[in-house]
């Protein structure tokens, strides 16, 4: 559409028109279909780890675990880290304005902070102690801004800063090809085009998993940096569970009979959903909670129960543990 614009201007200036039809109120430009995301497996992330060089593999857990861009990848500092609290703080990118290339705000202008996962924070502090960080110095936002400079995680075999299309290039391609995600090219034909293969493609990865997982999308959007949850959502609602078994076991809970007899078949029916939880943690103590009451005869029907004098009622120690997952 923007090639039509410029025909369109050409046209005024050559006097053939008098406006640009495209800038009329009553023009309604049809926006471009948008390419689903389709995320990464765990199988692929691994394999790009295994391909590249040692001193790039942590980039794979920095992009998939923490959802930084690449351009802030690339400028993610030692100093950005919270090592204590467990948070990353994520200040800066280096863009190229021209030819230079300088130190600049995060897309959107604005900075974020992000929680630090143990296995992240491991392959920092392994990466640091095995490939120096480097100071590097370049303008602030300007071409001629004033000169900051940052000590990087991540350097060339030279020990200078990254250039994103010099690893695009001689690093992150070849490892794509030898990790089967991209087919390697013909003799005399041209390598394909990233097409969500890129470096992205960790980023994707992060907020993929999060919401298929039951994250906060808020929270995602805040974590990936987006201007709004309206981004993130557009972006991967595909991807977010529809929840049509979990809406089924819920409602059946709500709408059956809430008598004393049918009391503890319903503490079960909950508990089970709980076992059955996307969230380790929660689905570890419905576990234990579940295994409590079949280990008190919890599991046992109405009959059973009335024949079984130590067989504890629906008002037992196993409500006092169901507390401990958010049941009241």
Not at 45 to 72: C, H, Q, T, W, Y
Not at 123 to 137: D, R, Y
Not at 233 to 242: F, T
Request: net charge positive; aromatic share 6%.
């Amino acid at each position: 559409m923007s090639h039509v614009n410029v025909v369109f201007m050409s046209a005024i200036d050559d006097e053939k028109i008098a406006k640009n039809p495209l800038r009329s109120s009553t023009v309604r430009i049809p926006k471009p279909d948008r390419k689903r995301v389709e995320p990464w497996t765990q199988q692929q992330i691994s394999a790009m780890r295994e391909e590249l060089p040692e001193r790039f593999k942590a980039i794979i857990d920095v992009g998939a675990g923490l959802g930084l861009r690449r351009n802030e990848i690339f400028a993610l500092s030692p100093d950005d880290i919270d090592w204590l609290r467990g948070i990353v703080h994520v200040r800066r990118q280096i863009e190229r304005i021209g030819k230079v290339r300088v130190f600049a705000l995060p897309k959107g202008g604005k900075t974020r902070d992000v929680p630090l996962p143990e296995s992240v924070k491991l392959v920092l502090a392994v990466h640091m102690q095995t490939f120096e960080p480097i100071s590097a110095t370049f303008p602030w936002q300007e071409e001629d801004g004033k000169p900051r400079t940052v000590r990087l995680f991540f350097s060339t075999p030279r020990k200078r800063p990254i250039q994103s299309d010099v690893f695009n290039r001689y690093y992150w391609i070849p490892a794509r090809e030898a990790a089967g995600i991209s087919k390697p090219p013909k003799k005399g034909e041209r390598r394909e085009k990233s097409d969500g293969n890129g470096l992205h493609a960790l980023r994707h990865y992060f907020a993929s998993w999060l919401l298929t997982h039951g994250e906060d999308i808020q929270a995602v959007s805040d974590w990936l940096g987006h201007s709004s949850p309206r981004v993130t959502w557009d972006a991967y609602i595909h991807l977010i569970p529809r929840g049509q078994d979990r809406m089924r076991s819920i409602m059946d809970m709500a709408l059956s009979d809430d008598s004393p007899e049918s009391a503890g078949t319903s503490v079960l029916a909950a508990v089970r959903l709980i076992a059955a939880s996307a969230d380790p943690e929660r689905a570890s103590v419905g576990r234990e909670v579940l295994a409590l009451i079949e280990k008190m005869g919890g599991s046992h029907s109405s009959d059973d129960r009335a024949s079984a004098p130590n067989v504890p009622s629906a008002e037992t120690p196993s409500r006092k543990a169901l507390a401990s997952v958010g049941l009241p």
